[in-house]
């Protein structure tokens, strides 16, 4: 079965220091990996696609299929970075996401 | 103004009692989802649809029921069998081509009184 994980709940920065957001998944079947941002108030929203080597608002993620994992990357973070993010991992129609990690980039 | 909407956003139940939650779309996607989140959980999958009148449980269906007699509704119902309802439910949507992400509806937040 697919699982998800993101082993760190709170994650706390200051601003202009880079971030990595942890993301390790299992999954026998070749890997479609999303990251999604719920800023507060505010609807969950796609962040960036694995498929699409993207960089939104200056993240960036590479899969690594060796390790199993798609972190996610920030050189420099922004207080409106500030948000919970979720790891997801699509198989067959469905999205399994993990558990969560709560950003904080502090003045 | 395409998109998702939830009604509710506020919903407050008694014990005992079943409840809808109303889940309208106007994407033109097959498939609608619903998930709960809990804090330190993550979101959780409780029923989807791939197409109308056709779905399928999750990982967390029990106490939960769901109807797609229409594309662009998927209302799930809470109830009295459900022993921990009080959560937050997510509603989503996509299309067929899971590449694209899911967009995702603001929630409902049902609390048990």
């Known amino acids: 079965a697919q699982r998800v994980t993101q082993p760190e709940k709170l994650l706390s920065v200051f601003k202009g220091a880079p971030v990595e957001l942890k993301c390790n998944y299992s999954y026998s079947g070749s890997p479609e990996l999303f990251w999604y941002v719920q800023y507060s108030r505010q609807r969950l929203q796609l962040l960036l696609r694995h498929i699409s080597r993207e960089s939104i608002k200056g993240f960036t993620a590479d899969l690594n299929k060796g390790e199993t994992s798609f972190h996610l990357k920030k050189p420099f973070a922004q207080e409106e970075d500030s948000a919970m993010y979720y790891c997801a991992l699509a198989s067959g129609s469905r999205l399994t996401f993990g558990e969560g990690t709560q950003l904080t980039v502090n003045p | 103004d395409g998109g998702i909407t939830q009604s509710p956003k506020y919903l407050f139940r008694k014990e005992g009692q079943n409840v809808t939650l109303s889940c309208e779309q106007n994407l033109n996607h097959d498939a609608m989802y619903w998930y709960r989140q809990d804090p330190g959980q993550g979101l959780r999958l409780i029923y989807y649809s791939q197409i109308v009148n056709d779905f399928q449980k999750g990982d967390i269906a029990e106490g939960y029921s769901v109807s797609r007699e229409k594309k662009e509704s998927f209302p799930l119902t809470v109830t009295s069998a459900q022993k921990n309802p009080t959560a937050f439910y997510l509603c989503?949507?996509?299309?067929?081509?899971?590449?694209?992400?899911?967009?995702f509806g603001s929630g409902t937040r049902l609390t048990v009184v």
């Open positions: 989503a949507s996509s299309m067929r081509v899971r590449r694209y992400g899911y967009t």
